[in-house]
């Protein structure tokens, strides 16, 4: 089955600096790729997706970027602010109709 | 528009108890229905997920079962909890796959 990696496990950086995430996944068939904010204590919640057929996407501070052929895709979130403080999870499709996480990043915004 | 409702909210059960955690979803028709644990501080763990009534599929063999009687309606159970059933379960459902998943508000079980 798929199998998706996650780096780094945890991130600080200053409020206004730069952030992203990186996942790697093993299976080719994956073609679609949802990222998902995790408050502590809450649900996950989607905030950028990819499919296999677009190299970026980007929504505000927030974009993600996908290479097919070496099989990895990264989060990018500028300007961070302290409400980006959360753990963020990258996900893939599976072959059926599941989906495989990554292990999580837990990102914290100084102030 | 959809919405996931999941039930209860926390739950304190001794070990040997069993266990029905519902999810019951809105507003759509044949969705594709997932139970997920979280343990503290973890990723996601795909327990099972569903494309249609009576459909279960299992990602990992457990202590847990799941059953999708109704259309919107999913269902985990255990006739004997382990202390290593404890953590957070999540419901999730998507319209189809390759859409985007949404979780409920989730169950933190507690196993004493």
């Known amino acids: 089955g798929e199998n998706v990696e996650q780096h780094p496990s945890t991130l600080s950086v200053q409020e206004g600096d730069s952030a992203v995430i990186k996942c790697t996944y093993s299976d080719s068939a994956s073609n679609y790729f949802p990222w998902y904010k995790q408050e502590l204590g809450k649900r996950p919640q989607l905030i950028i997706d990819i499919r296999s057929n677009v190299g970026e996407k980007k929504d505000q501070r927030i974009a993600v970027t996908l290479n097919k052929t070496a099989k990895h895709f990264s989060l990018h979130i500028t300007e961070t602010q302290p409400e980006d403080s959360a753990v963020y999870f990258c996900?893939?499709?599976?072959?059926?109709?599941?989906?495989?996480f990554g292990t999580g990043t837990s990102l914290t915004v100084i102030p | 528009s959809q919405t996931i409702h999941q039930w209860p909210a926390t739950l304190v059960q001794p070990v040997g108890s069993p266990l029905s955690l519902e999810c019951t979803v809105e507003g759509t028709s044949n969705p594709n229905l997932y139970w997920y644990r979280q343990a503290a501080g973890r990723g996601l763990q795909l327990l099972f997920y569903s494309v249609g009534i009576g459909q279960i599929s299992s990602e990992v063999p457990q202590n847990l079962s799941a059953s999708r009687p109704q259309d919107r309606q999913f269902i985990l159970s255990s006739k004997k909890l382990l202390l290593s059933d404890s953590g957070f379960y999540l419901c999730?459902?998507?319209?189809?796959?390759?859409?985007?998943?949404?979780f409920g508000d989730g169950t933190r079980l507690s196993i004493l």
């Open positions: 999730a459902w998507s319209p189809d796959i390759d859409q985007p998943q949404h």
């Open positions: 996900a893939a499709s599976g072959t059926g109709n599941q989906f495989y």
